[in-house]
């Protein structure tokens, strides 16, 4: 069994700043990418930046020089630093992770339980 657990959301003026983390436990050999997605009221999903296993980062255009993606392998740990936030990145936020269990060799996506972000003055 797998879990990746979030924490970090509230509620936050425009400008501020949030710290978003997203812990895996349980079961599992290996941890390959890790990211976050963001669902808004009425609006698309979409990924919000993505950090491999080698640290290599990528963002979705809306929020490069604003969010930082980083993961602590020690921790199993993905964070995703909010700053300069504005009121269109108010979404629901859910990280995910490829991992592999220990009794499989294939990966498996995995996701948390999501944590509400509101910016809001």
């Known amino acids: 069994q797998v879990q990746l657990v979030e924490s970090g959301g509230g509620l936050v003026q425009p400008g501020g700043s949030l710290r978003l983390s997203c812990a895996a436990s349980?079961?599992?050999?290996?941890?390959?990418?890790m990211g976050w997605y963001r669902q808004a009221p009425g609006k698309q999903r979409e990924l919000v930046a993505t950090?491999?296993?080698?640290?290599?980062?990528n963002y979705i255009d809306s929020v490069k020089g604003r969010f930082t993606i980083s993961r602590d392998n020690a921790k199993n740990t993905v964070y995703l630093q909010m700053n300069s936030l504005k009121p269109d990145d108010t979404a629901v936020y859910y990280c995910?992770?490829?991992?592999?269990?220990?009794?499989?060799?294939?990966?498996?996506?995995?996701w948390g339980q999501g944590t509400q972000v509101t910016v809001s003055s």
């Open positions: 995910y992770g490829n991992i592999q269990r220990g009794d499989l060799r294939s990966f498996n996506t995995f």
């Open positions: 349980g079961s599992f050999s290996g941890i390959a990418t």
């Open positions: 950090i491999t296993s080698g640290e290599v980062t």
